[in-house]
């Protein structure tokens, strides 16, 4: 029993150290942080993780029209984080290169673990101070000959001004970066026009009819006349359409693939905000590097605890020192990461990001081998074994919106909710939940739906299996300049909002906020 519970704790542990390094070793890092009704806006790479018991509701199963008020109620605050900010010229928007940085106390050297404030003005094109904040920062700190580096805490006062503060956890020569990803004007233009259509994406359908195929129009909502496939879940109301072919069943349907659709929702004046010398600019081009010192103290360090699930986060969270991970509230210890999976369940449901994890456990343990499910391609299901340790791992896609150029099967394609809710689940069982880059170019309440539904059978798992750990991983970043009105992470930001309010009342939640 003893050797039990401590293989469990060690996977908790590891499952900590795995996912800071994956997010160390696969995205780049960043932060932005704003305050406002006690949620700030930050770009970070965020996970929530779950292991709790709920309190039983009256119902676990929602009704319609009861999701669509719990809709309908989240989106009305995200629409209060990101007032409308209407402008009729470039110039009177927030201009990285007329914005002031201060550091506050400067000093030559400064001590290990001291804080290092730096007060932002922010200005337009013609120099004049902003009145308001919203602007969409990434603040960061890094020494790349020590493989070092840390985001900042960054508060929106929202009057033009912001406190920028970093936690100074290494010594050497520390670089400090403020970025202005976005200007407040155009995260206002780029959350109006998120949510005015369905058509940034065209999907292409393939139906089988004989012994040949036919193609049609397919997506999250088709404005046509003509005869249409409804792909519904009824429960949790969820769809997904297809113009019907002639004289084939909609159960025809095999493959899919989607392309990028030529259009735009913002003005020329708010796309060129968007231009790539417009987005991610440096404010701090002008600072030297700082040199932080150890500076001998009596202060006694207190002695850490070791992390587990369940402990609040704090921001910024940690920094990586030579490529590895170091949490701020609790210690990590190496564990060998076979002896830690022995005997567990994982279900990896979600995107590629995730996917990744699968690669990443593959490549790690060479005795973890592949199962040949008779599918092809990178989108179709994966399970790797080890039979001697009894390690079962499976990588599973989440259903509509999916997007690629590369055609996918969609024979057995299912919703995250159905795939959980068929989950015994128990103290060896481990479920990790990524979604949300696919969902970026659609209306907001297309992953609000998704995310309460995902709530939803989450909630029941722990019902029925209160032991099974639930790890709900939030994004990963993109390329700042690219496709902005798509894929910007400003999107991923907001989803991160939403998931952080959908899944407040379990008890004992952990939101740990990768934010490198």
């Not at 009704?37 to 929530?48: G, I, M, Q, R």
Request: glycine share 4%; net charge positive.
């Amino acid at each position: 029993m003893t050797m039990k519970i401590a293989n469990h704790k060690s996977l908790l542990v590891l499952l900590f150290i795995l996912a800071s390094w994956i997010t160390f070793a696969v995205i780049q890092n960043s932060t932005k942080l704003r305050t406002a009704l006690k949620l700030p806006f930050s770009l970070h790479h965020w996970n929530f993780v779950m292991k709790t018991q709920p309190e039983p509701p009256p119902n676990p199963i929602v009704s319609p029209t009861e999701t669509a008020l719990r809709i309908q109620r989240i989106m009305e605050k995200l629409d209060q984080l990101v007032p409308p900010r209407p402008f009729t010229n470039v110039s009177s928007t927030t201009s990285a290169t007329h914005s002031r940085a201060t550091v506050l106390s400067p000093r030559d050297t400064y001590c290990r673990g001291d804080r290092l404030d730096v007060l932002l003005e922010m200005r337009d094109h013609l120099g004049r101070r902003k009145e308001y904040g919203g602007d969409f920062l990434r603040a960061r700190m890094s020494s790349p000959a020590l493989k070092a580096g840390a985001s900042g805490k960054v508060t929106d006062f929202n009057n033009g001004t912001y406190l920028v503060s970093f936690t100074l956890f290494w010594e050497g020569q520390v670089s400090l970066s403020v970025l202005l990803i976005h200007p407040s004007e155009g995260v206002s233009a780029l959350w109006r026009a998120r949510n005015q259509g369905y058509d940034r994406v065209i999907f292409t359908g393939q139906f089988n009819r004989g012994t040949s195929q036919v193609n049609t129009d397919c997506a999250l909502a088709l404005n046509s006349s003509a005869e249409l496939c409804e792909y519904l879940d009824t429960r949790d109301q969820e769809a997904f359409y297809c113009v019907k072919p002639p004289n084939v069943p909609c159960a025809a349907l095999t493959h899919m693939h989607s392309k990028n659709k030529d259009v735009s929702y913002l003005s020329k004046q708010e796309r060129s905000l968007f231009e790539r010398s417009n987005v991610g600019v440096e404010m701090m081009a002008k600072f030297n590097a700082i040199t932080v010192s150890k500076c001998h103290s009596e202060k006694t360090v207190p002695v850490k605890r070791q992390c587990k699930f369940g402990m609040a986060s704090t921001i910024p969270s940690g920094h990586v020192w030579k490529d590895t991970w170091n949490p701020v509230s609790c210690s990590l210890a190496a564990i060998e990461m076979k002896e830690c999976l022995r005997g567990k369940f994982i279900y990896l449901l979600g995107d590629s990001t995730i996917r990744q994890w699968m690669e990443y456990f593959k490549s790690s343990i060479n005795t973890l081998k592949s199962v040949d499910l008779h599918e092809s391609g990178k989108l179709q299901k994966q399970l790797a074994v080890d039979l001697n340790e009894n390690i079962n791992i499976q990588w599973q896609r989440h259903s509509y919106p999916l997007i690629g150029s590369l055609t996918y099967s969609v024979k057995e394609i299912e919703y995250i909710a159905q795939v959980i809710d068929r989950i015994g689940g128990e103290k060896n069982t481990i479920i990790v939940i990524s979604l949300g880059q696919h969902f970026r170019p659609f209306p907001i309440d297309v992953f609000i739906r998704r995310a309460l539904n995902i709530h939803d059978a989450v909630q029941r798992l722990l019902l029925r299996s209160p032991e099974t750990v639930v790890i709900i991983k939030a994004e990963n970043i993109r390329e700042m300049n690219v496709d902005v009105e798509r894929f910007s992470d400003f999107h991923g930001y907001i989803q991160y909002l939403a998931l952080k309010d959908i899944f407040q009342d379990l008890n004992k939640i952990k939101k740990e906020k990768y934010t490198l």
